[in-house]
């Protein structure tokens, strides 16, 4: 997936009524990693994806066949494990070792975490949240202080200790959710490259269904989630 480069940013106010969206680039294409791996997801999801030279920008439509399973909470950050989430992955180094995770639910709370390859959490992660690149780095400590690990919309294991400085909001709709995501690069570590190919995947989590959606498959016979992740390019 290759995002759209923009001009002007969108205001990140959960509305998806920014022109940017109308020019980003779409992934509409998912499937089931529970509970029926590989097979079509039940519910359409629309992510569109852009950036400019300081943040990366991505716009969120969940629909629902009966709005009446949608779970959402107005939660402190770090805390909306239970409700239905979408899930951003990012590995800029494509080492399949380590990658960021950015959630948002449906009233735009945001969660964010270390993922390790091993599952593992805790002081491995600090060399990715202190290193150097181009853009800096911004990190804090998350509201809850546990540094425990912490689970996504694909129940991936991460470190919230770590907290990027990130913007998020989302609302609630007719037929499901909307929201909108805003990652400032300097909250990242990645290459000093001219070029970057980095890795990517997203998951959205319908918790009345129990199910899991993602847009590069995840499949159960291959070792590791990280090596399965998508790309994104440019």
Known sequence: MQPTRIARPPDIDGGL????????????????QAPLDGSAATEATEVYLAYDSQNLYLGFRLHYSDPGLIRANRVDRDQADQDDLVSVYIDPFLDQQRAYQFEVNGYGVQADSLVNADGSTGNRSSSMSSGSSSSGTASRRSSSGSGLSSSGALGIRGDDSWNALFDTSGQLVEDGWVAEMAIPFKSLRYPSNDTHRWGFQVARSIRGKDETVVWAPVSRDVSGFLPQMGLLDG
Do not use: E
Not at 17 to 32: G, H, L, Y
């Open 17 to 32: 009524d920014d022109d940017v969206w109308k020019t980003a680039a779409v992934i509409t294409d998912f499937v089931q």
